[in-house]
């Protein structure tokens, strides 16, 4: 394993001319090549250069992760190239400057590219006043129902109304009525009246969920979106078009009527559902979760998440989630129990603990775990669940940290190989203590674990023989779960953790690439972070004084795992670092 | 006198002319074909050599022929655009989607003399070494599809289409596409996207030139019905002579499709530049006058979405004076000579060469509200200007036109139309809906006007009367 951490891989752009050109008067040197949606590198359009140059052009349709259309006009901006005299050469001012002939059209910033020496425009009369005319178009039909629109808050069609739009409208005429409450699948609704057709969710669900499930019907101002006829739309990459609708035609029936936007807290997460780990926002408040939405990151998820990663929220608000310590069934205090299991294993004999952690803990936590299983020369694994993979995002590995397990030493490269041995530990008698985090681990009648309804099944590897029978022969279970399950049943001790939505923490995906997660919400009950209640764990039963922070958590960790050398919590950024695995 | 010049038409309505092959070899069809094909490798002056497919090529650049379809662009630029070294095949694609309201001229050729297009499209195609061409037949046009195919199994019979054209080598197959019925199908861009099984949005330019970009991502030609038959004869008597034909700038011929309020509408064809819109409308050659007792109210020029000319409207057109020298004569709207450039000299177009003639009999304020509903039904919607756009000046005018006016409706109508055109759409659909709608409402202001402020008028006695 090489040491070696990278961040994101972008392309060398030293090797990409640059070209000058001029936004609103002031010169900036862009790239003549910009990667387009689809990753291949194409020429600079005027939007790009804007955006490189932080000015503002307003646009519906343009998608940086779409193919271009042109179609909203919004982007429509003024330009100049340098005039050529009849010769084709240059022609100067007096002042030695070029002279800049000026088009007479408008043209679509979002596909034009730019050439050397060109001018735009955004801010000059005729630019104002051709958003003022394409916003009361879009307007004219528009129902204007904001009080009672989801998208409310985060609309762009307000946001422009308000930067760009003008205060009243003309129209006196009746407006094209459309349908509304269409019930486009099993997770979309679509009002047409609120569409402006700038088909961005067509282009994603075709070009980038490979679905060509979404299209226009009708002409000119009748235009609808629309499925064909008796068939929904209903594949894992839905509820994306409720992200890149820019208005509130789309909407999630999950999120639909749930809470204004602006109410939301939005919290920098990573979806624990599969080793992609997607970067999401998660929007709650006042401790209830209402969303998740993807948060962007070329290095992992570029814009979208599936859908059954987005909805895997459902379970952190569940009213039998674990909230007490209990010691024997009864009822304790944190400090209470975790004395008595630092004296028991600090007692136990080498060789006779075995730990059974999960690969949807953190790096910080598998960490600490495997400072005790060194200290107590205990044997350990993890459970591997494997599900179906797709082309876009989902892997077939739905544990988060898979790699965080095999990093930090938890398991074998194959994972669940040290099962078998630590079932046949506990029958012969020489195992007699198991510390098991976040797995249910009796041998189940049906191997399979659904995740919730309706969404990705994860299978769960079941070749052990660890059986309820068998765990009664243990001395000492001690348990840290969420939910209730059969093993917490069982187990001497539970200790009640966190959601990753409760705490911060960082995984490290499929790919390599290590990425933090914040706290969105707060822990029902007693319920503690993982990595808390370790550290203390640890300094009793080693001696050894950690960090009491996540951050220092981290930076010690990184010191002493070579696979994570030289990175910082800090240096994780909002997006991660991509390290060797 | 002006006269008819028929080069197009020549045998088209001759008595015993039939659309079918023998016809049409029993008057000398196929031989420009066979000229063309004949061409050799020449060896320029300077050394260089020109393909036979190069010299075709410069024969229409010389000839100086201009689009017949409606932006008046030279075929020979337009040709000379295409990309021919991406090792992608080229494509041409007849658009013979004549949809422009009051147009009716491709489809004379089409239903009389389909022989004469397809000639003119082999010869283009050999020209610019296309191999697979389409005829794009608008939807409502059922019998010009019908005699097109039997027209194709003809030439593929005789060997003019097909493998090894009369033994030259070369390969070409032509195939006929029928629209589904939309007017946005005429749009290049669209009709490709329509050809190629989607919806006929047009494309963005840039990226998508035909010449580079066009039907399946390949480089594509698209002409007019007219200016392909043209080619036949360009080839036949070279570029050089075509040229002669009309005027400098505005060469060959064009058939006008003449109609409205004159007592012999109908198509007539003319050499380019060669007959005034007086001529046009009042000759006994071609429109023979109004109807008795009507003075004449408005020409729509060049189709639908050209702008309207109002009786007796002057404007200045540039002219040489017998030295030479260039200078500005007031010209009377009916004296201007039907071309392409004197008709742009005076703020409108000879487009598709459809002349719609109205008398004053006409209620101008219906006649653009019956426009505008068509504009507004046949908009593909795609972008924004012009999708909500269209409809809004129709809701107005069908307000206007049905007792709901308001004197400010005029004002209303041009702010509306304004948010339109000038490149502020993908396509020129922007333009063609919102022109009729500005030069309606600027030269006839006061009768939408007095319309609105009647309706208004009426409407306050009515609540009046309430009280």
Redesign the interface.
């Known amino acids: 394993m090489s040491t070696a951490a990278t961040t994101e891989i972008k392309p060398a752009l030293t090797a990409i001319e640059h070209i000058k050109v001029k936004v609103d008067g002031r010169e900036i040197e862009v790239p003549r090549l910009i990667a387009d949606w689809s990753g291949k590198l194409t020429p600079t359009t005027m939007i790009q250069a804007c955006e490189l140059a932080k000015t503002d052009v307003p646009h519906y349709c343009w998608h940086p992760k779409l193919p271009v259309v042109g179609n909203c006009r919004m982007c429509l901006v003024e330009f100049g190239t340098p005039a050529l005299g009849p010769d084709r050469k240059p022609v100067f001012n007096p002042d030695g400057t070029p002279k800049i002939a000026k088009s007479p059209r408008p043209a679509i910033s979002c596909a034009t590219p730019i050439s050397p020496g060109m001018e735009i425009y955004t801010k000059t009369p005729a630019v104002k006043q051709m958003r003022e005319g394409v916003l009361e178009s879009l307007l004219i039909n528009h129902p204007l129902d904001c009080p009672i629109c989801d998208q409310a808050g985060e609309c762009k069609l307000q946001e422009y109304s308000v930067d760009y739009g003008q205060s009243s409208s003309r129209f006196v005429e009746t407006k094209v009525h459309k349908p509304k409450a269409v019930d486009l699948g099993p997770r979309i609704m679509l009002d047409a009246e609120r569409c402006i057709l700038c088909t961005r969710c067509i282009r994603f669900t075709r070009d980038i969920a490979g679905d060509d499930a979404l299209g226009i019907v009708n002409r000119g101002s009748y235009n609808t979106i629309a499925t064909f006829p008796g068939i929904p739309f209903d594949n894992n990459y839905t509820l994306n078009t409720v992200d890149v609708c820019p208005v509130g035609a789309l909407t999630s029936k999950d999120f639909r009527f749930q809470m204004r936007a602006w109410f939301l807290k939005e919290t920098k997460s990573v979806c624990t559902s599969c080793a992609t780990g997607c970067n999401v926002l998660i929007g709650s408040r006042e401790e209830k979760i209402f969303r998740y939405t993807p948060r962007d990151n070329d290095a992992v998820n570029a814009s979208w998440m599936c859908d059954a990663g987005r909805l895997n929220y459902k379970w952190i608000a569940r009213a039998d989630r674990l909230k007490e310590v209990l010691v024997r069934g009864q009822k304790s205090t944190w400090k209470a129990a975790l004395n008595e299991i630092s004296d028991k294993l600090k007692n136990a004999q080498a060789g006779s603990v075995a730990i059974i952690a999960s690969a949807r803990q953190t790096n910080e936590e598998l960490w600490l775990i495997s400072k005790l299983k060194s200290k107590l020369g205990a044997i350990s694994d993890s459970i591997p669940r494997v599900g179906e993979a797709d082309k876009l995002l989902v892997s077939a590995d739905k544990n988060p940290n898979t790699n965080g397990a095999r990093i930090t030493g938890i398991c074998f490269t194959e994972m669940g190989i040290n099962l078998v041995k630590i079932s046949d530990g506990i029958a012969s008698g020489k195992i007699k203590t198991l510390i098991v985090f976040g797995e249910n681990i009796v041998k189940r009648a049906v191997a399979n674990e659904k995740l919730r309804e309706r969404e990705t099944v994860s299978e769960v590897v079941d070749e052990h023989a660890i059986t309820a029978e068998l765990l009664a022969k243990l001395d000492t279970l001690i348990v840290s779960d969420i939910l209730p399950n059969e093993t917490t049943k069982l187990a001497h001790y539970v200790l009640p953790g966190c959601a990753p939505a409760e705490k911060r923490g960082s995984f490290t995906n499929g790919k390599g690439r290590v990425q933090k997660f914040m706290k969105a919400v707060e822990a029902p009950g007693d319920a503690r972070a993982e990595w808390e209640f370790l550290h203390d764990l640890v300094h009793n039963v080693t001696g050894q004084n950690g960090f009491v922070t996540i951050e220092g958590l981290f930076n010690q960790m990184a010191k002493e795992i070579p696979v994570f050398m030289g990175v910082t919590w800090q240096a994780l950024g909002d997006t991660g670092v991509t390290v060797q695995i | 006198m002006a006269q008819e010049y028929k080069l197009i038409l020549k045998h088209a309505d001759e008595s015993g002319y039939t659309p079918d092959i023998e016809c049409y070899l029993r008057h000398g069809g196929y031989n420009d074909l066979k000229k063309a094909l004949a061409f050799q490798t020449k060896t320029l002056a300077d050394g260089k050599t020109q393909s036979p497919q190069e010299q075709l090529r410069q024969e229409v650049m010389t000839s100086n022929l201009r689009g017949r379809g409606g932006a008046g662009f030279s075929c020979g630029l337009k040709w000379s655009f295409v990309d021919r070294k991406s090792g992608k095949p080229i494509y041409l694609i007849c658009n013979a989607d004549e949809s422009e309201p009051g147009t009716f001229k491709d489809r004379q050729i089409i239903h009389k003399d389909p022989h004469q297009l397809i000639e003119g499209m082999i010869i283009s195609c050999y020209a610019n070494d296309v191999k697979l061409a389409y005829i794009y037949i608008r939807g409502e046009m059922p019998e010009g599809a019908k005699i097109l195919n039997q027209a194709l199994k003809e030439a593929r019979a005789k060997n003019f289409l097909g493998k090894n054209i009369l033994g030259t080598g070369y390969d070409l197959e032509i195939y006929v596409h029928r629209g589904a019925g ?1 007017y946005i199908c005429g749009e290049e861009t669209g009709l490709i996207e329509s050809l190629e099984g989607k ?1 006929p ?1 047009p494309r ?1 330019k ?2 998508y030139f035909p010449a580079v970009l066009g039907l399946w991502m390949c480089p594509t030609i698209v002409n007019n019905v007219e200016t392909l038959c043209n080619v036949k004869h360009i080839v036949g008597m070279g570029g050089l002579e075509f040229a002669k034909l009309g005027t400098p700038n505005n060469t060959g011929t064009r058939i006008v499709s003449l109609s409205g309020h004159v007592k012999r509408p109908g198509y007539y064809e003319i050499e380019v530049g060669k007959a005034t819109l007086r001529e046009l409308l009042y000759d006994k050659n071609f429109g023979g006058g109004l109807r008795e007792g009507r003075q004449l109210k408005a020409i729509i020029p060049g189709g639908s979405s050209s702008k309207v000319l109002k009786a007796g409207e002057k404007f200045k057109l540039k002219k040489k004076d017998a030295e030479g020298k260039e200078i500005l004569v007031e010209t009377d709207m009916l004296d201007l000579p039907y071309d392409f450039d004197s008709l742009a000299q005076a703020g409108t177009m000879s487009g598709s060469s459809a002349i719609i003639v109205m008398d004053d009999s006409v209620d101008i304020v219906n006649a653009l509200a019956n426009l505008s509903e068509f504009y ?10 012009c ?6 000046m129709n ?2 005018l069908h ?1 206007l036109t049905h007792g709901e006016g308001r004197a400010q409706d005029a004002e ?1 109508l041009v ?2 139309a ?2 339109i055109p ?5 396509c020129a659909f922007g333009e063609a809906c919102s022109w009729p709608v500005q030069s309606f409402v600027a030269k006839f202001k006061d009768e939408f006007i007095a319309k609105g402020a009647a309706d208004e008028e009426r409407h306050s006695k009515e609540v009046t009367g309430h009280n």
């Open positions: 939309a919806r949005y963005i840039p990226p507004a039904h046949e908009s593909c919607g795609q972008c924004t200007p999708r909500e756009g269209s409809l809004w809701k107005t307000r209303y702010k509306i304004d948010n000038g490149g502020r759409t993908i």
